[in-house]
């Protein structure tokens, strides 16, 4: 079995969990945590298959990848040489930046 690789977020990424949490919370105190609780999981179960999702290049950045967790979307990176994966940021889905 191969070993879990550590789960790191960058400063925008923990804002934007904060953000989309505090937004949520507004209409539904009930729904914003199963949300988060939602992120949190899909995230964390990227320590063991950090390859699943495909790559999704960006200008400067050809080696980001992309996680659905509808309707949002986990934009993060494989830090092979620290075993770790680094969350950059998480969107709307129907945002585009």
């Known amino acids: 079995m191969s070993k879990a690789y550590r789960v ?5 990424a923990a ?7 505090a937004y949520i919370e507004q209409l539904s105190p009930q729904d914003a945590a ?7 999981s899909a995230i964390d179960n990227l320590s063991l298959l950090p390859y699943r999702y495909p790559l999704r290049p960006v200008p400067g950045r050809p080696d980001v990848r992309s996680m659905p967790v509808r ?14 994966v680094r969350v950059l940021t998480v969107r709307h889905g ?4």
């Open 71 to 84: 309707p949002y979307r986990v934009v993060y990176e494989v830090l092979e040489r620290l075993q770790a």
């Open 34 to 40: 199963g949300m988060f609780r939602r992120l949190l």
């Open 15 to 21: 804002e934007d969990l904060r953000q989309i949490h």
């Open 94 to 97: 129907s945002r585009r930046s």
């Open 8 to 12: 790191l977020y960058s400063f925008e």
